[in-house]
């Protein structure tokens, strides 16, 4: 994957050719299912030099997403000289169907998180296997993620909530449970993600406005078992 287009304040040229070949550093945290960028938008002066990728399935909510981050980016320009790189350029977003590619875009062990915040419910049994929490992907979100690195989750719908524990360290996670540890609500209580992706998110704020009750449940990602 190139991601130079992507980032290109993160650019190293090529010494002789000056041409831009690759970036200084990896995509380190995926919102996947990012809707209208509300997470990485508030994410980004967090972590000015942590590149982030909102990744959505529909065409007009990702190019409304690219073209919220380049308006941003042109409010807060690179200047040269500059020590520091101005918040948002560090932020993008592709349209990817994230079930069946997220592979392609990631090498094994470089996100340290991701995100998956009010994913659709689809709450008809017929449509368990659309929800973007299974044994399956499970298995794919640990492939992407750094042992130590944790997928942070968030919903409104209580039976989506219990699904997503279930099949993250319950009973329905099979093999990859032994991977995942859940997070204690102290560690929660401390980390400023959990707050952005309550308050920040267009669906956290929707819920906000309704007085619905959001669940929360992030899950560390262990070591490999037999791994050093
Ligand atoms: N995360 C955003 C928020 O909290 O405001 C949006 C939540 S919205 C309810 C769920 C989003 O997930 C929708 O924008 C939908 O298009 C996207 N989505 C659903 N399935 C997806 C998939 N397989 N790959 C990428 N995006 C997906």
Known sequence: MDWTTHFPAFRIKDTTSNIPVKLTKQVEIADIGCGFGGLIVSLSPLYPETLMLGMELRTQVTNYVINR????RSQN????????????HNISAIRS???????????QHQLS????????????QRKHKARI????????YAYVLKPGGKVYTITDVEELHEWMVKHFEGEEAGDVS?????????????????RVMSEETEEGK???R??????IAVFRRRKDPGWP
């Open 77 to 88: 320009p690179l200047s040269s000289g500059q020590q520091t790189i101005p918040p948002y």
């Open 113 to 124: 998180k991701i995100f998956l915040c009010f994913p659709d419910p689809h709450f008809k």
């Open 178 to 194: 032994e991977l995942w540890e859940r997070v204690s609500q102290e560690e929660l209580d401390a980390d400023p993600c959990v």
């Open 206 to 208: 929707k819920v906000t």
């Open 69 to 72: 981050v380049a308006a941003l």
């Open 97 to 107: 169907n994230t079930m069946k590619f997220l592979p392609n875009y990631f090498r």
């Open 133 to 140: 929490v299974s044994a399956q992907l499970n298995a794919e």
């Open 210 to 215: 309704n007085g619905g009750t959001k669940y």
